[in-house]
């Protein structure tokens, strides 16, 4: 089988290579946009699908498995995406300070079939003062992050808990994912 992620995502490539897995990463660029009225879990299974089908129609060959995935941070009800600029990334960081909020990444895996999972986590952030926002904000990694910041990184120093997934915060959840490869004939254990 010829696996092929369909992500830039450089977190999701250091995931999918922690199963030991041989890749080509073919990234597409697709519209992110909410639709009106689109709740989080079917924004991320309808961007994650997008992004495998988009990939997969450039494969004809059977043995090609697309993998796409996306990622999702929800707060007060609403998609926290990826922040335009810095201010808005300040903006962000404040909305997610001393509440938990909910981190939801799908799967999409095409082969011969369509499956999809998801994956639900909730996090909870400290209390940030303005020193904190500033510093991080300073590191640069709220830059390309769902809701601003990075759980593997320095972000790490804000998070009082975690309930779910670390992989699946990070971007790829592992589990969820080697369940599709199986299902599809790829198992982790035997690469």
Not at 152 to 162: M, T, V
Request: aromatic letters at 6%; proline letters at 3%; one cysteine or more.
């Amino acid at each position: 089988m010829k696996l092929i992620l369909a992500s830039a995502s450089p977190r999701r490539a250091e995931l999918l290579q922690q199963l030991g897995l041989t890749f080509v990463i073919n990234a597409v660029g697709i519209d992110e946009s909410p639709i009106i009225d689109e709740t989080p879990e079917t924004y991320v299974k309808r961007l994650a699908l997008e992004k495998a089908r988009a990939v997969k129609q450039h494969y004809l060959e059977d043995d090609v498995l697309v993998l796409g995935s996306d990622t999702a941070v929800i707060v007060d009800g609403h998609i926290l995406g990826k922040p335009d600029d810095d201010q808005h990334a300040l903006q962000m960081l404040k909305e997610l300070s001393g509440k938990t909020h909910q981190v939801l990444t799908s799967v999409a895996l095409i082969g011969q079939q369509e499956s999809y999972v998801l994956s639900k986590n909730a996090v909870s952030f400290k209390e940030l003062n303005d020193d904190e926002l500033a510093w991080y904000l300073a590191t640069g990694e709220s830059k390309d992050k769902a809701g601003a910041y990075a759980i593997q990184g320095k972000a790490a120093l804000f998070i009082r808990r975690i309930e779910g997934s670390f992989s699946g915060v990070m971007g790829l959840p592992l589990y969820e994912t080697g369940q599709l490869l199986k299902q599809q004939g790829v198992d982790c254990l035997s690469v």
